[in-house]
């Protein structure tokens, strides 16, 4: 099973891709979202997305500033203000 993903900034599409779990710095503290998370918005703070491609593997950082983070039937999708 796995979450689809994806990370937009105002100038383009940066990831689209299947993931394990991805660790969001959302404003009222960070947040996981694995596959099946119940619907919801949240604004981001600066911080770091942190992306699992596998269950066991090691996460990716990729620092981000500001936005906001969907999670729907879908999937999830962050709207960065911009990457750091």
Do not use: C, W
């Amino acid at each position: 099973m796995a979450l689809h993903f994806e990370l937009v900034t105002p100038e383009r599409l940066v990831r689209s891709e299947e993931v394990h779990m991805v660790v969001v710095p959302g404003t009222d503290g960070d947040f996981s979202v694995l596959e099946g998370h119940a619907p919801f918005m949240s604004t981001i703070r600066d911080g770091a997305l942190s992306i699992y491609r596998t269950k066991d593997g090691a996460a990716e950082t990729l620092p981000i500033r500001g936005g906001f983070a969907e999670v729907n039937a879908t999937g999830l999708t962050v709207l960065a203000e911009q990457l750091s």
